[in-house]
């Protein structure tokens, strides 16, 4: 079974940077896609940024286009989210997933999740 760890959330001010790390573990994840999802306090979890695993091509939610960046390290099995220029709003929970086939914006999508790491914004 597939294990997510997900790290490097925290406090920070409007305009600061965050890189959050999600290390995987278990089996072979080479054919699949890894997603940030994040949820708020009151909201629906929500697609944040994608990669497919093998082919390393990468998806973004239009809010944070030209501001976040995913990638990933093959040698490690860790999944990335460099956050830059962070607002208030991207206040949540973070959570890593993968997954196997389907719409990459769609939670159903992703087999397994981890816990999640906390990122607040101060304004």
């Known amino acids: 079974q597939v294990q997510l760890v997900e790290s490097g959330g925290g406090l920070v001010q409007a305009g600061d940077s965050l890189r959050l790390s999600c290390v995987t573990s278990?089996?072979?994840?080479?054919?699949?896609?890894m997603g940030w999802f994040r949820q708020a306090p009151g909201k629906e979890r929500e697609f944040v940024a994608a990669?497919?695993?093998?082919?390393?091509?990468?998806y973004y939610v239009d809010s944070v286009k030209g501001r976040f960046t995913i990638s990933r390290d093959n040698a490690k099995s860790t999944v990335y989210l460099q956050m830059n220029s962070l607002k208030s709003e991207d206040t949540a929970v973070y959570l890593c997933?993968?997954?196997?086939?389907?719409?990459?914006?769609?939670?159903?999508?992703?087999?397994?999740w981890g816990r999640g790491t906390h990122v607040t914004v101060s304004s």
């Open positions: 278990g089996p072979t994840i080479g054919g699949y896609t």
């Open positions: 990669i497919r695993w093998s082919a390393g091509s990468t």
């Open positions: 997933a993968s997954g196997y086939g389907g719409p990459i914006n769609t939670p159903s999508t992703y087999t397994y």
